[in-house]
């Protein structure tokens, strides 16, 4: 089962109110879109989404695990992609899963490439494998497409719409465009 919900959040950052009263509520297979200009609080509001940033008030509840996906990835960039995704997926009681997540971002030649070896676009497909290889409900998405080429945001948008099918929830800050067939749309 997976839910989020955000009841009356308010951001405030260095003592400025970013945004107040928001109410968003997904449910299985709900996406969001969250858009807004540099410095509105997109990265902000997928933090508070994320549990790593407290809201200035009102809450967030939700059911299932969240996975993130920030700006940037934290991937050992001296390990091979494989050995630096399975350092995670371990930790979720998945390795066996990054294979087919590798596979899923058509990274999975590069699996015995050094992370600090990753062109932009890869850096970003595989901090997305990381996403898919949790099998986590609720993705939270920071700025996905950002340094992807329009075949590889073909493919995220498959994933997540794959992921919602299976009855995930995505909230995705993006200032690119991004398909999300019926996604709510958070403008800040
Ligand atoms: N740790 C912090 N302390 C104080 N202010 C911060 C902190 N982090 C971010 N901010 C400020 O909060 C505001 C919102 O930042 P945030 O990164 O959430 O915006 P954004 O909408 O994601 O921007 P962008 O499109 O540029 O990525 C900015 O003005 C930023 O300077």
Redesign the pocket.
């Known amino acids: 089962m997976s839910a989020l919900a955000l009841r009356g959040v308010a ?1 405030l ?4 109110l ?1 945004f107040e009263g928001l109410d968003l509520a997904l449910a299985p297979g709900e996406a969001a879109l969250v858009t ?12 508070i989404a994320a549990g790593l940033l407290a809201p200035a008030a009102g809450s967030v509840t939700g059911e299932g695990a969240r996975a993130l996906m920030a ?1 940037v990835p934290a991937l050992d960039p001296e390990l091979s992609l494989g050995a630096a995704l399975r350092f995670w997926s371990g930790i979720d009681g998945r390795r066996m899963a990054v294979g087919e997540a590798l596979a899923a971002v058509n990274l999975a030649d590069l699996a015995p490439v050094p992370v600090r070896m990753l062109s932009t676009g890869q850096r970003r497909r595989a901090a997305l494998a990381r996403v898919v290889a949790s099998a986590a409900p609720v993705w939270l998405l ?2 996905p497409a950002n340094g992807l080429d329009t075949g590889s945001v073909a493919l995220l948008e498959g994933l997540i719409a794959r992921h919602r099918a299976a009855g995930g929830i995505a909230l995705v ?1 993006t ?1 690119l465009p991004i398909a999300l067939p019926q996604a709510r749309m958070v403008a ?1």
Do not use: F, M, Q, W
């Open positions: 951001c950052r260095g003592g400025r970013l807004g200009p540099n410095g509105a609080g997109k990265s902000s509001l997928i933090r700006e920071d700025e800050a200032h800040l």
